[in-house]
C-alpha cells in the first residue's frame, strides 16, 4: 500500500471510508510506501509504536538514499528526518538504505551516519553500475539552452519525419523549469511543421502530481514521445524510455549516473547522450572511486 495524499483521500471517499493508518497498523499490508514527509506526522508516529505493527515489521528500505544529503538542507529538508528512523524502531529490525550513484569516500559514510548505520554493525555492499546495452555520446553544446530556440537538438526531429513513432521515446534531462518548459514548447513547434499534435511534455516539481502521472502513462502507451524534466524526473520514476539526453550538465557525477540509468528501460539497449559546454577542457578524468583513468 502507497501511502499519499491521494490515496488518503481515495480511501476516505469510499463506502464505508477507509482507514488507511489504521489498516496499516493492523497489519493488513506486507508492504507500505510512503514519502520522507510522512517520518515526523503524527500517524507515521503512532504506526511505528503500534505493538501489533512492530511484531510483524522485518525490514525499513530507504530508497534513493543519495538523496537525503543534497535536499535534506533545503529543497526538501523532510529528507533529513530520514535520519531518525533508527531511533524510532527496535533495534532488530533490517535497514536497507539503497542508490544506484553515490560516492563511496565522501557522500556515502556521510549518509550512512545520518542514518544511524555504526561500524561494525552494518554490511556496505557495492555492486557494478555499469549499463552493457547503452550507448555513451559525448556531445558539446554549440548554442545556448537558456533562450526559446534548442537548435543543439535539431537532429532530434529530423526533415523526413514520417510519423512521431520514428523519434525515440526519448528523456531530456534540464536543470530548470524555464528551460524545460520552453524545451518542450520548441519540440512540439517542430513537430507542429509536419501537422503532427504535441509529443513532447515537460516534467517538474510545479506540475500537478495527477498531470506527471499521466505524462508518465501516456510515454508507456506511446502518446507521448519526449519528457523533458528536471530533478523531479530524478527520483526512482520508472520511465518508458530508450534514450536519455542530458542537455544540461549535472555538477556531480552521481546526477549523470542517475539519469542515465533512466535509459533501456526495457533492456533492449539504447543511447545516453551527454552535453558539455563548447569551453569545457578537462585536465583530469577521474572514476567514481577517486582514482584516475585514461580519457579524452
Known sequence: MAIHDESLTQALQETPPCMLWTEAASGKYDIIA??????????FKELLETTTFQDQ?????????????PWGNGFWESYKVLGRLCSLLPSYITFLAMSGSMHPKTVRPKTQELLGFVPPHFEDVSLPIDWTDLIYCPHTLKHPITGTEFPNLAWLIPDMLA???????????????????????????QLGRFGMSPKAYPFHSI???EEQIQTLANLESG????????????????????????????????????WNGCASW????????????????????????GDPVAGK
Open 163 to 189: 510519423s512521431p513513432d520514428d523519434i525515440p521515446c526519448t528523456l531530456i534531462a534540464v536543470r530548470t523549469i524555464a528551460i524545460a518548459q520552453n524545451l518542450a514548447k520548441w519540440l512540439n513547434q
Open 223 to 258: 502518446l507521448v514521445q519526449i519528457v523533458v524534466a528536471t530533478t523531479a524526473g530524478q527520483v526512482g520514476l520508472d520511465m518508458a524510455v530508450r534514450d536519455v539526453i542530458i542537455l544540461d550538465l549535472p555538477s556531480d557525477f552521481e546526477a549523470i549516473t542517475q
Open 266 to 289: 526495457d533492456g533492449q539497449g539504447g543511447h545516453a547522450i551527454i552535453y558539455a559546454p563548447d569551453a569545457i577542457h578537462i585536465e583530469n578524468v577521474a572514476d567514481l572511486d
Open 34 to 43: 510512503c514519502a520522507p514527509k510522512r517520518v515526523p506526522t503524527k500517524n
Open 57 to 69: 515489521l522485518g525490514f525499513c528500505v530507504v530508497d534513493e538514499a543519495h538523496l537525503i544529503l
Open 207 to 209: 506540475i500537478p502530481q
